[in-house]
């Protein structure tokens, strides 16, 4: 329904993603988050030819999935999103991220987090891993919560139940990440970044 309360990580299929953990952690603190659904959403493994471990990943979730308990495993669903079209697929994704009550990109490695700039301008509170550009784009607990180790499973379990429990950290959390995407982020702002760097070597 459309009120439930929902974790969404919308990513590939990809062992740096570490949807696996996302799982992982979620189902750790499941009874602790009455209500809420785990949504982990990637591309449909079949369309994509240019990533042979998708479907290697994929699997291992699926596999995964199989193996929590019943109460658990109605609360967390896979999704594999057409890919054959690509304004179709950014619309889903947009529908699902504004959707989501947290968005997570528990990342074990990233460069600059497109997902992570979406979910901040969407105004969504946001879990990621403190890696690569992840920690230019968030700073910890002003525009998201930053997970110092990514691969700490109950830390990330934590998180989520943390923004759950404290619905002013959320508003403020997300308050000041679409403020920070409007001013940081957004393609008129890095045109405006770039002039300026013209000007500055001509």
């Not at 988050?33 to 990533?51: A, E, K, N």
């Not at 304004?87 to 987090?113: C, P, W, Y």
């Amino acid at each position: 329904s459309s009120d439930t309360p929902t974790v969404v990580q919308v990513s590939r299929w990809d062992p740096l993603k570490d949807m696996a953990g996302v799982m992982r952690g979620f189902a750790g603190r499941a009874d602790r988050l009455p209500g809420v659904h785990l949504i982990l959403v990637g591309p449909d493994v079949s369309g994509v030819t240019d990533d042979p471990e998708g479907a290697e990943v994929y699997a291992d979730c699926v596999a995964r999935w199989e193996r929590l308990p019943l109460t658990v495993r109605r609360r967390v669903h896979l999704v594999s999103l057409p890919m054959a079209d690509v304004d179709e697929n950014a619309i889903m994704v947009n529908a699902i991220q504004r959707h989501s009550t947290v968005l997570v990109q528990k990342s074990l490695r990233e460069g600059f987090g497109l997902t992570v700039t979406e979910g901040m301008w969407k105004g969504r509170p946001i879990i990621a891993g403190a890696v690569g550009g992840i920690q230019d784009q968030i700073q910890d607990g002003i525009h998201g919560l930053l997970l110092e180790d990514p691969t700490d499973i109950r830390a990330f379990g934590l998180a989520v139940e943390r923004l759950f429990r404290s619905p002013g950290l959320v508003r403020r959390l997300q308050r000041n990440a679409r403020r920070r995407a409007r001013n940081e982020f957004l393609g008129h702002r890095q045109l405006a970044q770039f002039l300026k760097l013209l000007d500055v070597v001509a």
